[in-house]
């Protein structure tokens, strides 16, 4: 057998007992992680704390749009300001 055959062969058998290992480990993981409850007054709490961090995460953004713009605004108005100081010294010189 050649040895690149062998090679090939042994990473066949490498990937096949990986796939067996995740096969077996999967379910477990994924048990967990999910729970699904048989009393679905269960999920209340579950809803309204997703709720609260939902629109705290909606407002925060919403705040830090605000905030950029009010940044950007004071940039161009400070972009304006230093672009006409530096004009009219220039003007004055050509007259």
Do not use: H
Request: aromatic share 12%; hydrophobic share 45%; charged share 30%.
């Amino acid at each position: 057998m050649p040895a690149a055959e062998s090679s090939r062969l042994g990473q066949k058998r490498k990937i096949q007992a990986g796939k067996v290992v995740f096969e077996m480990i999967w379910p477990s993981v994924l048990n967990l992680f999910l729970y699904f409850p048989e009393d679905k007054r269960e999920y209340i709490p579950a809803a309204i704390s997703f709720a609260v961090f939902f629109l705290l995460a909606v407002f925060t953004m919403r705040l830090i749009i605000v905030i950029s713009r009010k940044q950007e605004n004071e940039a161009k108005r400070f972009e304006r300001e230093l672009l006409g100081k530096k004009d009219e010294p220039e003007r004055t010189k050509d007259v």
